[in-house]
């Protein structure tokens, strides 16, 4: 009796070691497999996080706008433009565009102030029709234009209205990519979108206009597709940022259009925002860059600066003794290397302020100060 109770307790001894084991075991298995599968997850949301690296999971984190969005904001700040207050229900005639002068504004400001060509509104202080998104037409008065540039801005007397970004011109390079977005033929189309590149930077280009040579210097070129209606249209860039206004296409050949750098207009811009006018400073000179001296003179060559062709009677330039020929290299230390450069950085003056200018006068470097006047 007593080695029955031996045998037994020592089964049960090895039973409950045998089930120890199996425990053991069945928790080292278990815990192997939620190892496994939690190395297998990490190396999955490695994979997808690679994967979605610049994807719309992170943009939307980082609140980045997708193309899309930035078109749509965009089309708010852009309008249709007309000579006449009324175009009808359809502008499919012959010459609606010249007969209606129809085209594309951009709003710059939030006091209404709106970027154009000068050939879409008219010269300043005549009148043109804005009409906006929501299809309201509003009169507008033509504060400023200027006919060698082909901009203007007008004036509508509303407020609070959602405006463009303005970027920076100087910037651009060949290659990028950008939006062009305007009303190509009239009101059916308006607020159409274009995609293309920049194909060039400070382009001239010299053409006939009413039997009068024009010549435009410094445009920025691009395949965006460019109708007439387009002109006064932001060009903008992935930003979403205006950095040029669209102002003409060659018809003797496809896919090249051209813009005027945002740059040049800004401080105009600012300046109307800022103090409800813009007085227009003045050096009283018209010159050339090295991009436009081969069209007009083979003999010029310069490689800096901006070679004076003109000289304004009594205007600053005449009295401090500058001569045609000279050569403006600098203003204020700052480098200038296209007349854009120099009128943009005269626009952002005011009438009466001094400004020191650096020539080049055959070979000899010279300083003249000089007080901006009033055009």
């Known amino acids: 009796m007593h080695h029955y109770h031996k045998i037994k307790e020592k089964h049960t001894k090895r039973n409950l070691f045998i089930a120890f084991l199996i425990i053991v075991s069945i928790i080292l298995l278990v815990s192997l497999i939620r190892l496994y599968n939690r190395i297998d997850i990490s190396k999955s949301n490695e994979e997808v996080k690679v994967e979605r690296t ?4 992170t943009s939307v984190e980082e609140n ?3 193309v899309e969005q930035i078109i749509e904001d965009t089309n708010h700040c852009v309008v249709g433009i007309s000579k006449i207050e009324e175009v009808g229900d359809s502008i499919f005639s012959e010459n609606a565009i010249e007969k209606l002068g129809l085209g594309t504004g ?3 400001s939030s006091k209404g102030y709106i970027a154009t060509n000068m050939h879409v509104s008219g010269n300043k202080y005549s009148n043109c029709y804005v ?10 008065d033509v504060v400023w234009a200027n006919s060698t540039l082909d901009l203007s801005i007008i004036k509508i007397n509303l407020e609070g209205l959602n405006y463009i970004k303005l970027g920076d011109s100087s ?4 290659g990028q990519t950008v939006y062009a977005i305007g009303n190509p033929i009239g009101y059916e189309f308006q607020r159409t979108v274009t995609s293309g590149i920049i194909s060039a930077e400070s382009r001239t280009l010299k053409f006939k206009e009413n039997n009068k040579e024009v010549l435009m210097t410094d445009l920025i070129q691009t395949d965006a597709t460019i109708n007439p209606g387009n002109s006064g249209g932001p060009l903008i860039n992935t930003n979403g940022e205006v950095i040029g206004i669209n102002t003409l296409k060659i018809d003797s050949a496809e896919g090249i259009g051209f ?3 945002i740059n040049i207009i800004k401080p105009i811009i600012e300046k109307f925002d800022k103090t409800g006018k813009f007085e227009e400073p003045t050096i009283g000179v018209s010159g050339y860059d090295k991009n436009v001296i081969p069209y007009l003179d083979k003999d010029i060559s310069i490689n800096n600066g901006v070679y004076v062709e003109n000289i304004t009677k009594g205007s600053p330039a005449e009295q401090n003794g500058i001569i045609k020929g000279d050569i403006i290299m600098k203003i204020n230390e700052k480098e200038i290397n296209s007349m854009n450069e120099l009128i943009e950085n005269v626009y952002s003056k ?5 400004i020191s200018l650096t020539l080049n006068r055959s070979g000899v470097t010279k300083v003249i100060k000089l007080r901006l006047g009033k055009k």
């Open 64 to 66: 980045d706008e997708t």
């Open 54 to 57: 610049g994807t719309s999971v």
């Open 259 to 261: 813009a005027v750098p």
């Open 106 to 108: 951009i709003i710059v």
């Open 350 to 354: 005011n009438p009466g302020d001094e």
């Open 171 to 174: 910037k651009v390079k060949t």
């Open 131 to 140: 009409t906006l998104e929501n299809g309201n037409t509003y009169k507008a």
